[in-house]
RNA sequence: GCCCGGGUGGCGGAACGGCAGACGCAGGAGACUUAAAAUCUCCUGGGGGAAACCCCAUGCAGGUUCGAUCCCUGCCCCGGGCACCA
């Protein structure tokens, strides 16, 4: 089959390379002078991880990303589109470990690959602003910004419960650990252990990125909704029991401080530091001591099961009841954790169904302090904890209150006492940035034995990975024992100092990327201010939506940070936010892995560019999941065979003079009023302002759809005896080419060339339909009886309700239907329908 | 359990509340050809009918409406997110 594809006129191959040096001539996607350049606008795709190879599935992503690029050229904008490489990260080092090959030379090679491949692709990047995030060059700027974070005590150092993945040798942040407790990156599970690591303090910015939230409305609302779910805030009181024996207390969250009367008794999280102390201190009972040691270990493994029984024990003290005065006894249990909130609740099991379980499996006491309605009788029935809203019960002066009175009524009183205050709490933890690897920005500490924590002066920046390394099979870190690496001298006292071995995590690496494009190359700054606040937000981010909470909160936090530090003037990095739907094979996704790969360059090298780009716009709608289908392929190349064939046969016939844009001004005397020629006319601008409509709105698949159905118009146009040397052909030629433009840029160009150009298709502009040329003479309406279609009548454009019912009724279909029956109503809806209702 | 998506021919998918299935793939018939490929033409949701036409059909059951794939209620499946979150 590949030879007869090859001997087609269709020259796909020719096309590309003319193409393809035509805009580099010219120049037509690159950004000379960012704060020269006119009516910016920042197209940027998610920079990849460079693995290797490229797949089909990859290839959505960069194609959608191109066809805004051109479309927004040929509005008129100035587009920045840039293209880089995630490139610091853990596949390389393990292709260190397995084949004894440097991670810096596995990521150059790939780098290389992944960029040819996508140059054949024929993608408009403008290479000149490429970077590379393993560069050091760049990293020095991470390593920058580190600094600046730490220089906020935005950066910290902390030792507490961490996950570790044992494949990958390293700690992971939260957003990293999928929800089945298994490493995001490599599936394996992942364990818990006590470590001290480099934190980024995201949670002090919970409530701004909550907020801006609302700003992001060209984001998808799953994306918002995501984040919202991961940030997980929610309000209630801090409230402080007492207890007997000592002068401390236990802090408690809770979201229902109305149910405090309810209180029966607190519970501990196994990991509590007053259980830590009570057990170093010798007061636990024995049966308590068991279970701590027990619930540490399961939760190294088991942590991510929901289903686990809830199991506890006494501790032994009581705790006081900040209003009442009572005892309570505090428990230690499974199902508090000491993950979120205090690690210690106050437990209201009438109230809430986990406290209910627990209190019944134990037998400790149930008051009900909440009645819906206290009329009628209680909600708790006993039989499950009622966790609605009502009236207080049981809750001496508090009784009557509305649920929302009594929070606050409660949590005043609590004030009052010193014993409680309002708090809002989140759900989301603090960015883990240490890794426990080497191909990583390192971290920019050093540690003396005089000076403790020094960080490493700006001027010292960048701290380089040092490249005679050994890998080890182990997964050890290189940077742990490299004594050259190791050893600085303390920029505060001149004493040695020990480095920090650890690197970031490469999230942090892609959570500012997008400032640096606009001065790649600049060595003073890691951004350049004005060009930033010029260009940014990012006009139009496209990406995968597995990064909905990584990358994109992580971003969103380090442009919040930039801007309090005055650094930039936004607030947010992404204006526009298209996820695209991943493309799978046989029902899965593409990967190598499970070897259902599709590769895009024998389809390029068979078809040509153009076909691969249509057929994955055609797909199917870009924002949801699509199957590969490769007889699809060929439906794509069929349809720019046809394209270019009826190019070239216009070109023949009709020849260059007609052809010329100033031809087709001319050519409106000519247009037919009537007729063929007319009807063609009508068509072209319809479909048009579909075309114009779909891309705006990155409906591509029906743009595509529009396409075939503008080259079908212009077929049965000529099948039907259709002159091709008349003005209405050489204008839908014009238009036709540029529509397609965006989406087939060589065969179009190609095409533009042949019609006359002049210069390239993407300058030409962008084509409006004319809403004249879309009217028609006469309209024809269905016509429905009851609602369902009996027939259709053809009545004048401008025609009146009272002409329209009248031909309706006078239609002989609708009198059969209507025989014998009263006219009801006649519904009209102008320019579609015609319902008679008929009893 | 809660919160988002989604369920339409053999397949991918179209349809401001207004002719369900655009466009494409696959399939069928034909033209061209010594033949095949390529290309072109026509047909192609199901059922009934010689035909004109008629009936059924957008996961299921209701509702609102002159009219529902679209809006509302309940339910069933599929995908995603959150989840002993206090």
Redesign the pocket.
């Known amino acids: 089959?590949g030879?007869?594809?090859t001997?087609?006129s269709y020259p796909f191959h020719e096309l590309e390379k003319a193409a393809r040096k035509l805009w580099k001539d010219e120049g037509l996607f690159e950004i000379r002078d960012p704060m020269k350049a006119e009516r910016p606008f920042y197209c940027l795709n998610m920079f990849p991880y460079p693995s290797g190879d490229l797949h089909v599935g990859h290839g959505r992503n960069y194609i959608l990303g191109d066809v805004v690029t051109r479309l927004k050229r040929m509005q008129g904008y100035a587009v920045l589109t840039p293209m880089g490489w995630d490139a610091f990260g853990l596949p390389a080092e393990n292709a260190a470990i397995a084949n004894q090959i440097h991670p810096a030379t596995w990521t150059k090679k790939n780098i290389a690959r992944m960029k040819e491949q996508l140059v054949h692709w024929g993608l408009a990047y403008d290479w000149d602003r490429e970077i590379a995030s393993c560069d050091p060059s760049y990293y020095k700027w991470t390593q920058w910004l580190f600094l600046k974070l730490y220089e906020r005590g935005l950066a910290y150092r902390a030792k507490g419960a961490v996950n570790w993945c044992p494949s990958c040798n390293t700690v992971l942040a939260?957003?990293q650990v999928?929800?089945d407790g298994t490493c995001e990156r490599c599936g394996t599970p992942v364990e818990t252990r006590e470590l001290e690591q480099w934190y980024f303090k995201i949670t002090e910015y919970a409530d701004p990125l909550l907020r801006d939230l609302e700003q992001l409305t060209h984001w998808?609302?799953?994306v918002r909704?995501?984040q919202t779910?991961?940030i997980?805030r929610?309000e209630?009181?801090q409230i402080r029991f007492p207890f007997e024996g000592s002068s401390d207390v236990i802090e408690?969250?809770?979201?229902?401080?109305d149910t405090l009367l309810g209180a029966t008794y607190v519970?501990l999280?196994a990991e509590h530091p007053l259980v830590t102390r009570l057990k170093s201190e010798g007061k636990l009972p024995r049966a308590a001591t068991d279970l701590v040691e027990r619930l540490k270990k399961a939760r190294v493994s088991n942590?991510?099961?929901?289903?686990?029984?809830?199991?506890g024990t006494e501790t032994g003290i009581h705790a006081v009841h900040p209003l009442t005065g009572a005892k309570l006894p505090v428990w230690i249990?499974?199902?508090?954790?000491?993950?979120?909130?205090?690690?210690?609740?106050?437990?209201?099991p009438a109230h809430?169904?986990?406290?209910f379980?627990f209190a019944q499996k134990y037998g400790l006491p149930i008051v009900e302090v909440i009645r819906p309605d206290p009329k009628q009788g209680a909600a708790y029935d006993g039989t499950a904890a009622y966790e609605g809203e009502g009236k207080l019960v049981n809750s001496g002066k508090f009784d009557g209150l509305w649920s929302a009175e009594g929070k606050r009524a409660i949590t005043e009183a609590l004030a009052a006492k010193g014993a409680g205050e309002p708090r809002v709490?989140?759900?989301l933890r603090d960015w883990l940035i240490s890794r426990q690897r080497y191909w990583g920005a390192p971290i920019p500490i050093l540690y003396c034995d005089k000076c403790g924590v020094v960080p490493v002066p700006e001027s010292d920046l960048p701290v380089l990975l040092p490249d005679q390394v050994e890998f080890k099979p182990t997964g050890e870190s290189p940077l742990r024992t490299n004594e050259k690496f190791l050893r600085a001298k303390c920029p505060k006292c001149g004493g040695t100092a020990r480095r920090e071995t650890d690197t970031m995590d490469t999230f942090v690496d892609s959570s500012w990327y997008f400032l640096r494009f606009l001065s790649p190359t600049d060595s003073k700054r890691p951004f350049d201010t004005p060009a930033v606040n010029r260009w940014l937000p990012v006009n139009q981010y496209i990406g995968g939506?597995?990064h909905?909470?990584l990358h994109l909160l992580y971003s969103r936090f380090i442009v919040k940070v930039l801007r309090d530090m005055k650094l930039i003037s936004f607030s947010e990095p992404f204006e526009r936010l298209f996820t695209q739907?991943m493309i799978t094979k046989n029902g899965v996704k593409m990967s190598k892995s499970k070897k259902n790969t599709v590769a895009p360059d024998d389809l390029i090298e068979r078809y040509g560019t153009d076909t691969v780009r249509l057929?994955t716009l055609?797909?199917?709608?870009p924002?949801?999941?699509?199957?590969w289908?490769d007889?699809?392929v060929?439906?794509?190349?069929?349809?720019l065979?046809?394209y270019w064939?009826l190019t070239m046969d216009v070109v023949d016939t009709a020849g260059a003079e007609t052809l010329s844009p100033s031809a087709v001004k001319r050519a409106s005397a000519g247009f037919a009023p009537s007729g063929p020629r007319r009807d063609l006319r009508r068509r072209v601008h319809q479909l048009t302002h579909q075309i114009v409509t779909?891309m705006d709105r990155l409906?591509l698949?029906?743009a595509?759809?529009?396409?075939?159905?503008y080259?079908?118009a212009l077929?049965?146009f000529r099948?039907g005896g259709g002159d091709l040397t008349v003005p209405e052909v050489t204008e839908a030629m014009h238009l036709g080419t540029r529509l397609l433009a965006p989406m087939a840029p060589n065969t179009a160009e190609g095409a533009w060339q042949g019609l006359g150009g002049p210069g390239s298709i993407f300058t030409s502009g962008w084509p409006a339909p004319s809403k004249e040329a879309m009217q028609s003479d006469t309209i024809?309406?269905?016509v429905?009886v009851?609602?369902?279609?009996?027939?259709?009548i053809e009545v004048p454009a401008g025609a009146d309700k009272a002409t329209i019912e009248s031909a309706a009724l006078a239609d002989p279909?609708v009198r059969?239907?209507a025989a014998g029956k009263q006219v009801?109503?006649v519904?009209i809806?102008?320019?579609?329908?015609v319902?008679v209702?008929v009893k």
């Open positions: 089959m030879n007869s594809v001997k087609t939260n957003e999928l929800p998808p609302e799953k909704t995501m779910n991961w997980g929610s209630g009181a408690v969250f809770t979201t229902r401080p519970v999280a942590r991510f099961l929901v289903e686990t029984e809830k199991e249990a499974n199902y508090v954790l000491m993950g979120y909130g205090t690690g210690a609740i106050m437990a209201v809430d169904q986990r406290d379980e709490n989140y759900r939506v597995e909905a909470i739907g057929y055609f797909i199917g709608p924002e949801k999941d699509a199957e289908n007889r699809g060929e439906g794509a190349f069929r349809f065979q046809r064939k779909d409906h698949n029906t595509v759809s529009g396409m075939m159905q080259v079908n077929d049965e099948d024809s309406l269905v429905q009851n609602g369902k279609v009996r027939s259709s279909k059969t239907y009801a109503q519904i809806v102008p320019g579609r329908l319902n209702v």
